[in-house]
């Protein structure tokens, strides 16, 4: 997650004008890490932002992930979402919250995608690797 610098900055630097609603979303999801559209809107709601609609934030979710600054990626639950770590990084689903967490581990990533490079699937150009590791927390006593 990014923890340090403004966010207009972030905005301009990334190429885009730091509107009231793209500085709105972004600090959502700077604080949410992985969100759909729901979550931020429901997130600008308890903070006193309604007036941005899901369809704007749709919007604006659009234009940072164009501009590198969110990934799009999909739950097992088949809910869409948008990451805050653009980087490629393991993530842990949990099918009793339905939430998803980081799990930061290189070499399992390094691992898989060393092996599918050289593997070479016919007739594909392997863009990234993603993967999500599917379960449930055991609740603590
Ligand atoms: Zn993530």
Redesign the pocket.
Known sequence: MKEAGDTSELLNISGLKATAQRIAVLDAMRLL??ASADDIKQTLESSGKSGISVATIYNVLGDLKQAGLL?K?MSANNKMYY???VSD?C?IYDEASHT???FNDTELMKLVSGYLKNKKIANFDLDHVEIQIVGKFQKTK
């Open positions: 890490g992985h990934r990626r990451d805050i770590t990084h993530h998803i967490t980081d």
